[in-house]
Every structure is written in structure tokens, then in C-alpha cells.
């Protein structure tokens, strides 16, 4: 490891400030032992047996990996699914028969899918995309590279050693969620779904055979919940504290289109939050236990620093600018952990500009009182989420066959 990486994770681990990005006081890495206490009274489902979703897996997708990555016949297979995009398209023919079972399961809206709420949520992606692109897409990244687990688990595998196709391949949800056509025949989201569950499945197959793997079972229902908290759970929260105007019904409407994405990849309907407080409820319990610093994950998140910095323009101010927006989303605490360089220019000045640009697109200020050097601030965050648009784009979701090479 570099000695820029050494001294990166040194900060990290002395990090004590307050978890700011969603009100968090814990500073913590330690495996979580205590008990599961979200009640399933407050899930979509209404019900459920309460079992701790950590030991909880996916019983229909992982036999179905398994058994393609031990026959050889992913290459083939995706080959196959590499054009298959459209919620309504036909699964093309030669896949072997039980793959075709299990997505013909798999691919179906769950029984209490509402396609008002799913249409008004395409509206209110597409009014508020610029906030909801930056938060999902730059904020949840570096939520995530503090999640332990999923720093390990992405380090290790096959996207590890190419971040950048890694990165195009974990928007592509993403931004089918967003999409104005999610959920509509012509969309995508759908597919894009059910194909990262059968990656899950793959990467829970493919990781204990690595050298390197010494955490046990990896994305656990309870997994998957931990970064659902980190894209329309965190997203909302910063709405709400950026003073962004919104109807319960297109919060609920917001909400909505995320449940039905966690069913289909393959959340239980026990697990899924009926409603925010379900969901800031359940995000409380599963966050603090399950985030901190690692080795792994402040090289991950210089890495895409790095890529966001050479994106945004060549400049020598290009990282600084970078770096404190990055600071400014998740809070003091997180960037700890990611080893994010403080920046004593750009950190203030972002701290100060963003509320006014913020009101300024939501017609609370006129243009004359937003200083000029907002939008130095304003194109940098436009250039972010191009950046991500831009790599979305390139790639398809794929099966992998192999853990990180060697």
C-alpha cells in the first residue's frame, strides 16, 4: 500500500466527528451482535416471521448462479442477456431452462405495486434528477465505500480491478430507477434489477473461493437493506434538510418506486419499510453497526475521487472542488473514514453556496443574490453526475466468473 493510502487510513480510523450525513453519533466498526428488532408491522408486507434478515439470503437466485457458474455456462448466458433491455422483452431463446424459470419469477411486479405512485415518482425523479442523481449516485458511492462489507466484497471480486466499468455497472440501476420509464414496458429497470440479483447470487458463489475472503457469508438480506438506506433513505433525509419542497405524495410516490425495487432484488416483503419512519426506523438499527473505515475502502474511494476529479476538468483545482463536495454529502465523519482530504478553500465556500443554489432552483432567491462563485460549485456538480450518466451508458450488467484476478 501507498504511503498516501497509509496515511489516508490512519485518518480514517481516528475519525470521532458526528455521523452527519444521517444523523448518526456512533463512530463504529464492530460486527453488529445485537438482536433484530425492526418489527415487520412496519413493512409493506405488514407481517412476517421477524428472523434476523443477517442469516437470510436468496433461496431462489443463489442455486441458480451457482449452478451456471459451476457448469461454465455464464460466458454463453451473457452473450444471451446482453440485449435483452426492455421490461417487456421476451427472454431470448437457449438459456438454459431454469434460469428462464426463475427470472420469469423473478421479473414480475409484486401483487401491490401501484402504477400511479410508480408514474408519479418518474415525474418527481425527473423535477428533482439533480439532486436525487448527486445523492444517489456521488453520495451513496461514498456511502458505501464506508460500508465494510461492501468494500470488501467489491474490492475482492472482479469489479475491484476496474473501477470504472465498476462504477458504470452499479449506476445502471440506478438510473433505470430514475428513469422517467422505469416501470413501463419500454423501461429497464426491471431487467437491470433481476440481473444484479443474479450477480448478488454470483459474488455470494464466487467470493468464499477467494484466498482473500475471511468475512464469512457476504450480501445478506440485511446487506442489501444497509445500501437500500444509503440511495432513497439518505436521499430523502438531505431533501428534507436542503429545505427542498415536497408533497407527501410525491415523497410516498419517491418511496414507492424503491420498494418495488427491493422486491425485485429480492428483499423480502417483510424487510421492506411501508413508510419513511418504517424506513428512517430501520435505518437507525442497520446503519451504525454496519459502517466505519477499512483499508480497502479508502483506496476505493480514491479511486473514484480520482476518476470524479479527472472528469470534472484537468485542472490542479479540479480534486479540491471534488473533494469537498464529496465532504459536503456525507459529512465530516464518513469522509473520515474514507480518508476524504479536507478542504479549507472549497469546504467552506460549498457549506455556504449550495443552500443558495438550492433555493435559487426552487424560485426562493433571485439570480442577483447568488454569487458568482456558486457556479463554479453549480458546474462542478453537473459535471459529476455527467460523469455518471456518461460511464451508465457504456455497459451492460454482466455474471461474473472470476473474483478479482490475482
Avoid at 319 to 324: D, E, I, S
Wanted: hydrophobic share 40%.
Amino acid at each position: 500500500m501507498s504511503e498516501l493510502s497509509r496515511r489516508k487510513l490512519l485518518m480514517s480510523g481516528g475519525a470521532l466527528g458526528a455521523f452527519g450525513a444521517l444523523g448518526i453519533a456512533t463512530p463504529a466498526w464492530s460486527r453488529d451482535v445485537s438482536p433484530w428488532t425492526w418489527s415487520p408491522t412496519g413493512s409493506i408486507a405488514g407481517s412476517g416471521s421477524g428472523a434476523d434478515p443477517r442469516t437470510i439470503f436468496d433461496a431462489e437466485a443463489d442455486p441458480v448462479s451457482a449452478e451456471l457458474l459451476d457448469s461454465g455456462a455464464v460466458p454463453e448466458v451473457n452473450r444471451l442477456l446482453w440485449n435483452w433491455t426492455r421490461n417487456d422483452q421476451p427472454l431470448p431463446a437457449g438459456l438454459p431452462g431454469y434460469l428462464t424459470d426463475f427470472i420469469e419469477q423473478a421479473r414480475r411486479l409484486p401483487s401491490w405495486a401501484d402504477t400511479a405512485k410508480l408514474e408519479r415518482a418518474a415525474q418527481f425523479n425527473k423535477s428533482r434528477g439533480l439532486y436525487l442523481n448527486l445523492l444517489n449516485g456521488v453520495g451513496g458511492g461514498m456511502l458505501s465505500t464506508a460500508i465494510p462489507k461492501e468494500a470488501w466484497s467489491v474490492y475482492y471480486s472482479k469489479g475491484g480491478a476496474d473501477m470504472e466499468d465498476r462504477v458504470a455497472k452499479t449506476s445502471l440501476l440506478g438510473f433505470s430507477v430514475g428513469a422517467l420509464n422505469a416501470y413501463r414496458p419500454d423501461g429497464d429497470c426491471v431487467v437491470n434489477a433481476v440481473k444484479t440479483r443474479l450477480v448478488h447470487a454470483a459474488v455470494r458463489h464466487l467470493l468464499p473461493q477467494s484466498p482473500h475472503w475471511k468475512w464469512g457469508p457476504i450480501i445478506s438480506q440485511e446487506d442489501i437493506l444497509v445500501t437500500w438506506h444509503t440511495l432513497p433513505t439518505y436521499a430523502m433525509r438531505k431533501l428534507r434538510e436542503w429545505d427542498v419542497p415536497i408533497s407527501a405524495a410525491d415523497a410516498q410516490a419517491y418511496l414507492h418506486v424503491w420498494q418495488v425495487t427491493a422486491h425485485l432484488l429480492g428483499v423480502r416483503d417483510e424487510y421492506i419499510p411501508a413508510t419513511w419512519a418504517a424506513a428512517n426506523a430501520q435505518s437507525d438499527q442497520v446503519l451504525p453497526p454496519n459502517m466505519g473505515p477499512t483499508r480497502e475502502g479508502v483506496e476505493l474511494t480514491d479511486i473514484l475521487l480520482g476518476q470524479l476529479a479527472e472528469q470534472t476538468s484537468p485542472g490542479s483545482i479540479s480534486r479540491p472542488l471534488v473533494n469537498a463536495l464529496a465532504r459536503y454529502l456525507v459529512g465530516d465523519q464518513v469522509s473520515d473514514w474514507d480518508g476524504i482530504k479536507r478542504e479549507p478553500v472549497w469546504g467552506p465556500l460549498i457549506a455556504k453556496l449550495w443552500p443558495l443554489l438550492v433555493r435559487f432552483r426552487e424560485g426562493l432567491v433571485p439570480l442577483p443574490l447568488v454569487p458568482e462563485a456558486a457556479w463554479v460549485i453549480d458546474e462542478a456538480v453537473r459535471q459529476y453526475i455527467l460523469f455518471f450518466l456518461t460511464k451508465g451508458k457504456e455497459t451492460k450488467i454482466e455474471i461474473p466468473t472470476i473474483n478479482r484476478p490475482e
